[in-house]
């Protein structure tokens, strides 16, 4: 699926945007049953295991920054990423043995939905390895006024930066003022309906508020290497689970190949998501809590 040029630059810069990762038919499916979604949760009051709300959400206005899993709610979700051209991306950069982390569908609600500060995604979960990647796919266009992706190439190979917050817990953010952090070399990924943009577990990424009249769609499959083995402290719900659970849900949880009872070692940076924040359950309430400082008073120049 993949160039060896495209493998390469995903290598030199820890992300790539590829066109056309469904088909039509998988886009239009995908796209009708997230609005329906996000109508189903105008009667939801709180944040549940579901829909995470954004400000100003009622049953009028319904305002979700997140829904949750999207391939535990609908199997049309868990289908696409194992049979489209996702699942041969995936092949091409993580091997023949891939498992699915998490997934969430972040659905940022247009005329300020929230944004997310950077971070990056290696600090709430490493693991014994760091063939890790998060894709994400665009179900809406997606342009500079409606909150896109934005990375810091080559932040893959460098340092694993701090994400406390200034009470001393995790926040899920580095500060902006760290010497290692460099938004003056960050990229904007934006793209049409249908692409996917790629992007390494160390890689320093973040997104603007949507300041647009239009939701910003985009559903994000958290990826991994089977022998990639989570490390203790880390906050998916993987972490929550017992040794029975884990066992099924890695079953469950195979894109394709085989699960491996024999983790890959690596000499990686890490440091681990503790003490956690003040409230957790997502990277906007983790954010919020933990006293993250925003670093979006400066864009960053749009990716050629």
């Known amino acids: 699926m993949l160039s060896q040029e495209q493998i390469q630059s995903y290598d030199d810069n820890g992300y790539i945007l590829v066109e056309n990762a469904i088909t039509p038919e998988q886009l239009s499916m995908l796209r009708t049953r997230t609005l329906e979604l996000i109508d189903e ?10 829909f995470d709300l954004d400000e100003g959400h ?98 893959h190979k460098g340092p694993v930066l701090s994400h406390m917050g200034p009470g001393g817990r995790f926040c899920g953010a580095v500060d902006p003022s760290d010497p290692d952090f460099d938004l003056d070399k960050a990229v904007t990924l934006t793209g049409k309906a249908g692409s996917m943009t790629v992007h390494h577990v160390r890689m320093l990424h973040g997104s603007a508020p949507n ?16 022998d990639a083995w989570p490390l203790a402290g880390g906050s998916s719900y993987i972490h929550k689970l017992t040794q029975e659970e884990l066992w099924q849900d890695m079953q469950e949880r195979m894109i394709f190949g085989e699960p491996t009872l024999t983790p890959r070692l690596e000499a990686n940076p890490v440091r681990l998501c503790l003490p956690p924040a003040p409230t957790g359950g997502s990277i906007f309430k983790t954010q919020k809590t933990g006293g993250a400082r925003s670093a979006f008073a400066k864009q960053p120049v749009a990716a050629e």
Not at 41 to 50: C, F, I
Not at 61 to 87: C, E, G, Q, Y
Not at 211 to 216: L, P, Q, V
């Open 41 to 50: 949760s105008r009667p939801v009051t709180e944040s549940n295991d579901v």
């Open 58 to 155: 009622g049953p009028n206005n319904p305002r979700l920054t997140r829904i949750k899993l999207p391939h535990k709610v609908d199997p049309m979700f868990w289908d696409v990423i194992r049979s489209s051209a996702m699942t041969e991306v995936l092949r091409d950069l993580l091997g023949d043995n891939v498992t699915l982390q998490t997934s969430k569908l972040n659905t940022k609600a247009p005329g300020g939905g929230m944004a997310v500060e950077w971070h990056q995604d290696w600090a709430f979960y490493p693991a014994t390895n760091d063939s890790m990647l998060a894709i994400g796919l665009m179900l809406e266009d997606v342009d500079l006024e409606n909150g896109p992706l934005q990375v810091i190439p080559g932040s």
């Open 211 to 226: 300041t647009s009249d239009r939701a910003r769609l985009i559903c994000f499959y958290e990826c991994a290497a089977a």
